[in-house]
């Protein structure tokens, strides 16, 4: 069965440092790998995608086959990025998404 | 990508009763899900919701604990019946166009107590 494993409950980072979300799965199959955000009192959303290989607010994810992980990274932490991220990974022919427990990042002054 | 306007936002409702989850979506959407975040915990996924036929349930959650409607593309209901204070919990509505892996959208959320 499929799995997403987010180590860290609570990531707290000062201002200016980087910042690494760490995410490893497991699936058998082809994965599809997601980082979803929620910030305070605001609604779960996407931040990016492993397939767009895009950059999104700073942050980047590479997906590691070998290592099965899709760690989120950004080389200077913002106030602004402090907020709930989630991992995802979608299965059943893009119809499920498997969520993480989830890391909070607080990022201080 | 889609908007969804999800309701109730919160409710407080009394064991043994009903709760009716209304989620509606600005476009049409090809696939709809219900998941729940129990507190401290992660999203899990109740269910598919299924344009025309039953949901498709994920194993531990049941029809007849919460029943799914489904009548067009744009709009789902998720009911969670004679509820316990153990379904206390969000409930989110979320959907998807054509080709899911660009991600999914998610409603604002429905924070059920249940005293």
């Known amino acids: 069965a499929q799995r997403v494993t987010q180590p860290e409950k609570l990531l707290s980072v000062f201002k200016g440092a980087p910042v690494e979300l760490k995410c490893n799965y497991s699936?058998?199959?082809?994965?599809?790998l997601f980082w979803y955000v929620q910030y305070s009192r605001q609604r779960l959303q996407l931040l990016l995608r492993?397939?767009s290989r895009e950059s999104i607010k700073g942050f980047t994810a590479d997906l590691n086959k070998g290592e099965t992980s899709f760690h989120l990274k950004k080389p200077f932490a913002q106030e602004e990025d402090s907020a709930m991220y989630y991992c995802?990974?979608?299965?059943?022919?893009?119809?499920?998404?498997?969520f993480g427990t989830g890391t909070q990042l607080k990022v201080e002054l | 990508s889609a908007v969804i306007s999800q309701k109730p936002s919160r409710d407080i409702c009394q064991r043994g009763t009903s709760l009716t989850i209304q989620c509606q979506v600005d476009?049409?959407?090809?696939?709809m899900f219900w998941y729940r975040q129990q507190p401290g915990q992660s999203l899990t996924l109740i269910a598919t919701?299924?344009?025309?036929?039953?949901?498709?349930?994920e194993s531990g959650f049941v029809i007849d604990k919460f029943p799914i409607s489904r009548p067009n593309l744009t709009f789902s209901t998720l009911t969670v019946s004679n509820m316990s204070p153990e379904d206390s919990s969000i409930y989110l509505c979320?959907?998807?166009?054509?080709?899911?892996?660009?991600?999914?959208?998610f409603g604002s959320g429905t924070r059920l107590t249940v005293v």
């Open positions: 979320s959907a998807a166009g054509p080709q899911g892996n660009y991600g999914y959208t």
């Open positions: 699936y058998s199959g082809s994965p599809e």
């Open positions: 492993h397939i």
């Open positions: 995802a990974l979608m299965t059943g022919g893009g119809n499920k998404l498997t």
């Open positions: 476009s049409q959407v090809t696939m």
């Open positions: 919701a299924n344009q025309g036929s039953e949901a498709t349930y």
